[in-house]
């Protein structure tokens, strides 16, 4: 279906990462935020506490990031497209909600704008080193899908896919940006409504005890109801059957749990979306995303200028992670390099994919601002040689 | 409760409150002579009374022995995470302000890893009935102190009892700004329906404390023989005052214990107070959020 | 075009984030180039210093920070001594002359200096000192066209306040190209 122009401010605007964030969630449809403030992201939610009321919805500002953690899936179990968005300190806190929002298969969007760790760190700096956190680190196991723009504009373009593939799968969206991005302002062009496509929620047409929430067809995402329809729905954080129902032994356990990381397994080729430039025939591959993948670029562009035959794979969605691709090519590269701005996190995912048939390089960066593209141009120069 | 109806002198009775349960969840988990059960049938019964639509009502609890009344209601139900029950019926209330919602959880779960969200929804007016069974102990873990627990009270982590000093909930209730106070037993089932009851039908922030006997591990522990013995004991020392100021409402272990109705009162609502906000500042450009068929 | 990389310094309350902005929209809104704009954040931001880094390009912008800039912009003192070092010889220096005394460039720089803050004062509000040197740097620079550079202030500006922008862009505009010999 088309955006609720209601929601959709076209037009050409010169903003930040944060603001065209929150441009993106009304355009998606999203009418219900929760948050607390934390630098850098709260500029997301101050824009939208000021538009919403304008567009038919609500934001409240909640005690802490637990609590806007859960209150965005009440909201949602009530109807409504929902996001809150926060930053590293915050993000821990809402660890455990990240879990209950998978595992009672809530459709939300978790917007994370990084910033230095761990504890407080640098709260006014960039990082990209929340990326395995919010792929493990709430308890147990589950789907996850994580997209990382680079720009404004992006941030608006893909805030709209994550509340997209949130509907879609009914998981929990991450939207991975960071200070830079965050801050960073640039030309937006926001689009007529009838431009953009929004996914509406998959919601049940069979009625009351006839419902069972969690009953899916092949898709194995189970068509959804909302409080007040008249399904007397119960969802519980437990381990439970297809009508809802705790059921706490191993074998449910072992088919729900299937069934969840099954959404996003099945459809892995589907969710993957990267940005290929030159990686056919190069000797060195450099994987990116976010921010450094804008660096990783300037030094892409100068390592070619010196003769290299160098290839750029930009992450759009960095979970899941593209493995497939990535040992596709490590039939034929020499060697990958992997900038990013934290310690070295998704470098082990590429090493993962490529296991011994090519080198891998990682090129970590504790955070607080960006690579030098020197820096990456000159491991790319190491490993042509 | 069990699944089957009771025979009455030779008569299958069905229990009224059958209809309000998920009786394909019973028999339910609660040990022989625990108070929960209780507080949910007087629960059952308030629903029937209050004339509400209950596809319109819809009841959240956290994590705990009481965490699990959500499981058992026929109603739209939501078993979250500890603690946070008030915050997530916050965002299904202001989500869809149709809805009646319900929290209903235990004393350590809405007062100990709950208690910022306790105190943040009353100071809000949050349009919620919070219904919080205080058996000064947590049940499914085994029998440890909470905020709530009386001072002198063994605990399994207070063996030599608890030296901290207990929380009087409705004090704090009041003091944050709940627009309906009362603390019942499970002993007072009339009271307690009927309190239910105007919690249902009370617009803003309603609280309701009800003092349950955890047999198993609370009594066991503290040698105060079994449920039965402490509803005798909720018989005996209870006295009934709707007058007393909230914070002569502390409670010592084995102690007296006032209870009663002791705050009802009108206040905006957070649903209100915001589209009052936003209509007075930002006009007609202004449609209030949610007041297509208004709170109930 | 090439990529042109331009700092902005001066102190808080004068505007300096606004002025990148106008710079920046007036680049990429109106003149159909790409600009990125980053805001000195940090404690910086709300004691006495205060800068934005804007890069104008004629490509899609990948490295986003200034760290050598071709245009210096600078509203105070401490913004010259601060970001002066950085300045790429041959670059160029634009200054609000009765705050800045400019000694010790980098070779080659050339510097345009222009009283913004009298010249605000006398148009009647202090305040629009950012606007005087946007059209100083119009001026100056002709990196942009005037045109987009009005309309940019125009959209920037709060409403009611238009005229008196105009003029201050004016006023900049005008001794920016007396500057330049145009």
Redesign the interface.
């Known amino acids: 279906m088309k955006a609720d122009p209601k929601g959709v401010l076209t037009g050409i605007h010169f903003i930040d990462g944060d603001q065209a964030a929150c441009e993106g969630a009304l355009a998606a449809g999203c009418r219900f935020a929760a948050g607390y403030p934390i630098t850098p992201s709260t500029e997301v939610v101050e824009r939208f506490a000021g538009r919403v009321p304008l567009v038919g919805g609500v934001f409240i500002q909640l005690e802490d990031e637990l609590a806007s953690s859960i209150a965005i899936q009440g909201a949602a179990w009530a109807g409504k497209k929902v996001m809150t968005v926060t930053s590293g300190p915050g993000l821990s806190l809402m660890m455990e909600h990240v879990g209950f929002a998978a595992f009672t298969e809530t459709p939300c969007v978790f917007v994370d704008v990084q910033r230095g760790g761990p504890s407080t760190g640098l709260p006014t700096a960039p990082a990209q080193a929340d990326m395995m956190q919010v792929r493990w680190g709430s308890h147990g196991d589950y789907p996850m899908i994580a997209l990382s723009p680079n720009s404004p504009q992006e941030c608006f373009d893909l805030m709209i896919e994550a509340f997209n593939l949130a509907e879609e799968y009914r998981v929990p969206v991450f939207f991975m940006m960071d200070e830079v991005v965050g801050h960073m302002i640039e030309r937006v062009e926001i689009p007529e409504a009838s431009e953009i496509e929004v996914t509406e929620r998959k919601w049940t047409d069979k009625k009351g005890k006839d419902y069972l929430p969690y009953e899916a067809d092949e898709s194995l995402v189970p068509a959804m109801t909302k409080a007040g329809d008249g399904h007397r729905i119960h969802i519980t954080g437990l381990t439970h059957d297809e009508r809802g129902y705790p059921v706490m032994n191993a074998s449910t356990q072992d088919k729900l749990l299937k069934r969840l990381l099954g959404k996003i397994e099945i459809n892995r080729d589907k969710l993957v979306d990267i940005r290929e430039d030159g990686v056919e025939g190069a000797d060195v591959v450099v994987v990116s995303f976010g921010i450094t993948s804008r660096v990783a670029g300037a030094a892409v562009e100068m390592a070619r200028a010196n003769g290299v035959k160098v290839g750029h794979l930009r992450m759009i969605i960095t979970w899941p992670f593209p493995s497939k691709r990535i040992k596709e090519l490590a039939q034929t590269v020499k060697a990958f390099i992997v900038p990013e701005l934290n310690m070295g996190q998704m470098v082990i995912e590429v090493e993962r994919a490529v296991v011994s048939d090519a080198e891998v390089i990682s090129i970590p960066h504790a955070g607080g601002t960006v690579h030098e593209p020197e820096v990456i141009l000159e491991k790319i120069m190491e490993a042509a040689r | 409760m069990s699944a089957n109806p009771d025979v009455v002198m030779g008569v299958e009775v069905e229990n009224p409150v059958m209809p309000y349960l998920?009786q394909?969840?019973l028999p339910h988990i609660w040990c022989p002579g625990c108070g929960i059960g209780t507080t949910v049938n007087c629960f059952a019964r308030a629903l029937t009374e209050c004339g509400l639509d209950l596809?319109?009502t819809?009841i959240?609890s956290g994590i705990g022995c009481t965490g699990r009344v959500?499981?058992y209601l026929?109603?739209?139900?939501?078993?979250?995470?500890h603690?946070?029950a008030?915050?997530?019926?916050?965002?299904?209330?202001?989500?869809?302000p149709?809805?009646k919602v319900v929290v209903y959880s235990g004393d350590g779960d809405l007062t100990a890893i709950g208690g910022?969200?306790f105190v943040?929804a009353a100071r809000r007016n949050m349009d919620l009935l919070c219904i919080c069974v205080n058996n000064f102990t947590y049940g499914m873990t085994g029998g440890q102190c909470t905020p709530t627990s009386p001072v002198g009270a063994k605990q399994t982590t207070m063996p030599y009892g608890n030296f901290e000093h207990p929380f009087n909930l409705p004090h704090l209730a009041d003091a944050c700004g709940a627009v309906y106070v009362a603390r019942w037993t499970v002993y007072h089932v009339k009271q307690l329906t009927r309190a239910m009851k105007e919690g249902l039908n009370k617009k803003g922030f309603a609280f309701i404390e009800v003092l349950s006997p955890c047999p198993t591990l609370y009594s066991r522990r503290n040698r105060l023989g079994d449920g039965v013995d402490q509803v005798k004991y909720y018989k005996e020392r209870s006295k009934i005052n709707n007058d007393v100021d909230t914070k002569d409402l502390s409670l010592e272990f084995q102690g007296d214990i006032t209870v009663g109705k002791f705050v009802d009162r009108e206040r905006e609502t957070?649903l209100d107070a915001?589209n009052n906000r936003?209509t007075s500042v930002?006009g007609d450009?202004?449609?209030p959020?949610?007041v297509t068929n208004g709170e109930k | 075009m090439a990529k042109n990389e331009i700092r902005i310094g001066g102190l808080g309350g004068q505007g300096v984030i606004l002025s990148g902005i106008i710079i920046g929209k007036a680049a990429s809104i109106y003149d159909g180039k790409h600009a990125t704009l980053i805001q000195a954040f940090g404690p910086e931001a709300r004691g006495s210093s205060c800068s934005a880094q804007v890069t104008v390009d004629d490509d899609p912008i990948g490295y986003p920070y200034v760290k050598k800039p071709d245009i210096l912009v600078v509203m105070s003192r401490d913004a010259f001594t601060q970001f002066v070092p950085n300045l790429k010889p041959g670059g160029m220096l634009l200054y609000e002359e009765e705050l800045v005394d400019p000694t010790d460039l980098p070779k080659g720089v050339k510097k345009f200096g222009i009283p913004a803050t009298r010249y605000a004062e006398e148009l009647g509000r202090k305040l629009v000192l950012n606007i005087v040197m946007v059209g100083f740097f119009a001026g100056v620079t002709g990196l942009l066209s005037p045109k987009a550079v009005e309309k940019a202030v125009l959209a920037s500006v709060p409403r009611g306040t238009e005229d008196l922008n105009l003029r201050a862009f004016k006023k900049g505009f005008e001794h920016g190209q007396r500057s330049v010999g145009v």
């Open positions: 998920r394909d969840r596809d319109q819809a959240v959500a499981g026929d109603l739209d139900s939501f078993h979250t995470t603690g946070r008030i915050p997530f019926a916050t965002g299904l209330k202001v989500g869809n149709d809805l910022n969200h943040h957070w915001m936003f930002i450009k202004y449609e959020y949610g």
